[in-house]
C-alpha cells in the first residue's frame, strides 16, 4: 500500500497569511494526487485534483503542485472558511489512501 | 444538483449486520464507479472499497480491513448503491460516506461525497 504523509500535522495561522501543506507519498504516484477539505461535522470536499487542477467553484487563493513524490498546497490568502482538516489522497493505485490530516486553525 | 445521500446507519452489537444504502442524483449514476470512505471518531479517512458500472461487469476491490466481511453492490435503475456489513466489530465504528469517482482522462477523485451515516457496534 501506498503511505501518505502529512506536515504539519496542525498548524496556526491568522486570516490573510499564506499557508503550505505539505504531502509525501512512499513511493512515486505521478501527479495522482488529490487534496480535500473538511471541516466539523461535515463530508469533505474536493480542492485539487491531479497535484494542480482547481475543480469549478473553487476559490483561486488555492494551488498545488508536485509531482513524483512530494506534492505541496498552498492557500495564499487565508479566509475564515478555510479553516477545518486537510487531506491528502493518492489515486494512483488501490487500496486508495488518504494522508493523517492537516488541522488548520486560527491563531 | 449533483448528490449523494446515505441512509442505513445505526448501533448494533458485534458480530451484527447493516446495509448502508447510497443514493444519488444529478449525474448518470450508472456511469460512475461509487467509493465508500469511513471516519472513525476523531481519526481520518480510510477508504473502505469501490464498485464500478455495468460496463465493468460492477467490479469491487476491498480494503484489507473489510475484504471477505463487506460486500458493495448498486442497482443503476434506482440510482442505488449499497454496503452490506457482515460480522461487525468494534473498529468499525465510523461515520461512513459514499462518494462518486470523478475522472479527467487518467486523473481520478472524489467528488461529491454524502453527508456521511454513523454506525456504531457496541455490546
Known amino acids: 500500500d501506498i503511505q501518505m504523509t502529512q506536515s504539519p500535522s496542525s498548524l496556526s495561522a491568522s486570516v490573510g497569511d499564506r499557508v503550505t501543506i505539505a504531502c509525501r507519498a512512499s513511493?512515486?504516484?505521478?501527479?495522482?494526487l488529490n487534496w480535500y477539505h473538511q471541516k466539523s461535522g461535515k463530508a469533505p470536499k474536493v480542492l485539487i485534483f491531479?497535484?494542480?487542477n482547481l475543480p469549478s467553484g473553487v476559490p483561486s487563493r488555492f494551488s498545488g503542485s508536485g509531482s513524483g513524490t512530494d506534492f505541496s498546497l498552498t492557500i495564499s490568502s487565508l479566509q475564515p472558511e478555510d479553516f477545518g482538516i486537510y487531506y491528502c489522497?493518492?489515486?494512483?493505485?488501490?487500496?486508495?489512501?488518504f494522508g493523517q490530516g492537516t488541522r488548520l486553525e486560527m491563531k | 444538483e449533483v448528490q449523494l445521500v446515505e441512509s442505513g446507519g445505526g448501533v448494533v452489537q458485534p458480530g451484527q449486520s447493516l446495509k448502508l444504502s447510497c443514493v444519488a442524483a444529478?449525474?448518470?449514476?450508472?456511469?460512475?464507479?461509487i467509493h465508500w470512505v469511513r471516519q472513525a471518531p476523531g481519526k481520518g479517512l480510510e477508504w473502505v472499497g469501490r464498485?464500478?458500472?455495468?460496463?465493468?461487469?460492477?467490479?469491487?476491490v476491498y480494503a484489507a480491513s473489510v475484504r471477505g466481511r463487506f460486500t458493495m453492490s448498486r442497482d443503476d435503475s434506482q440510482n442505488t448503491a449499497y454496503l452490506q456489513m457482515n460480522s461487525l466489530k468494534s473498529e468499525d465504528t465510523a461515520v461512513y460516506y459514499c462518494?462518486?469517482?470523478?475522472?479527467?482522462?487518467?486523473?481520478?477523485?472524489?467528488?461529491?461525497w454524502g453527508q456521511g451515516t454513523q454506525v456504531t457496534v457496541s455490546s
Open positions: 491531479g497535484s494542480s
Open positions: 513511493q512515486t504516484i505521478s501527479n495522482y
Open positions: 489522497q493518492q489515486s494512483y493505485s488501490t487500496p486508495i489512501t
Open positions: 462518494s462518486r469517482g470523478a475522472w479527467y482522462g487518467p486523473i481520478k477523485w472524489l467528488a461529491p
Open positions: 444529478g449525474f448518470t449514476f450508472g456511469d460512475s464507479p
Open positions: 464498485i464500478k458500472g455495468e460496463g465493468y461487469s460492477y467490479a469491487t
